[in-house]
């Protein structure tokens, strides 16, 4: 069974979500639709790409994921189909393709066509053109009906961490800040430890906190399972599962967690001091 994953702007209150799904069960009932998430910030990019990088890597190779963020037609701006690490992405050509895959280059790219005869309108992107590429590449189409190949789309940063090696300082900022205020951070584990290798400590400094250690898992500040409310509130820094560092309080949420306690924001700074 085909999986076709659907991710958006678009909240759930509205009909543009339903909208998508009809139009994909109109088209083929087979499908396998499944929601990756509707509740990404209006038109944040780096929010959705974090997001859809790490949820699409556990899905069947060959599965095809509706990219639906800041995505209302323009005739001006191309839509796009990815065909990248065994899977096909289909979105505008706003960048967000490139931020999920901005080290990973992809087999293919597409600019979808199957909307551009001189009568067709395009009132909603998502079950115009979005979903009926979709559901024609889970039926077993090839990209080349609904598409013609080009050499590249709009290309956007990530924002990289820097190394002062002067001032023997990292400098990081703050990426992404989850369901549980966590606070994930671009510093990449293996970008930290080929810095520091020839130094013997640091202190992690954001705001007027520090933190002089990174755990590998949320419950490894845990030193007693006997006395583990205790732990509940504490402040640490681990490598999250993206391998990023990520700023946590042990067992918050958006209301108490990280982001609240600590203040900070997405784009704010975060410093690694060696010594």
Not at 131 to 157: T, W, Y
Not at 161 to 168: A, G, I, M, R
């Amino acid at each position: 069974m085909s999986i076709i994953t659907l991710t958006s702007d678009f909240g759930n209150l509205d009909y543009r979500v339903a909208a998508m799904k009809g139009k994909i069960l109109s088209l083929n009932q087979k499908v396998n639709i499944i929601d990756i998430t509707h509740d990404i910030q209006a038109f944040n990019l780096i929010q959705a790409s974090y997001i859809v990088r790490n949820a699409y890597k556990h899905f069947p190779k060959g599965s095809i994921h509706v990219v639906a963020v800041d995505s209302f037609y323009n005739k001006s701006r191309k839509n796009i189909l990815y065909k990248s690490d065994d899977s096909y992405f289909i979105a505008a050509d706003n960048g967000i393709l490139s931020l999920i895959f901005f080290d990973i280059k992809p087999e293919a790219i597409y600019e979808i066509t199957l909307n551009n005869r001189f009568d067709d309108i395009v009132n909603f992107t998502s079950t115009d053109v979005f979903i009926p590429a979709a559901v024609h590449l889970a039926n077993g189409g090839l990209p080349e009906v609904i598409g013609r190949k080009i050499n590249s789309a709009k290309q956007l940063m990530f924002p990289k961490p820097v190394f002062n090696e002067s001032e023997k300082i990292i400098i990081g900022e703050v990426a992404y800040i989850d369901n549980f205020g966590n606070i994930i951070s671009n510093i990449g584990k293996d970008f930290f430890e080929n810095i520091t290798k020839g130094y013997e400590s640091f202190i992690i400094k954001f705001r007027n906190l520090s933190l002089s250690r990174i755990f590998s898992h949320h419950t490894d500040l845990v030193s007693d399972w006997e006395r583990e409310t205790e732990f509940h509130g504490q402040s640490a820094a681990i490598f999250n599962d993206s391998q990023l560092l990520e700023l946590t309080i042990y067992k918050g949420s958006k209301k108490n967690g990280a982001k609240t306690l600590f203040g900070l924001n997405v784009g704010e700074k975060i410093y690694i001091e060696l010594s």
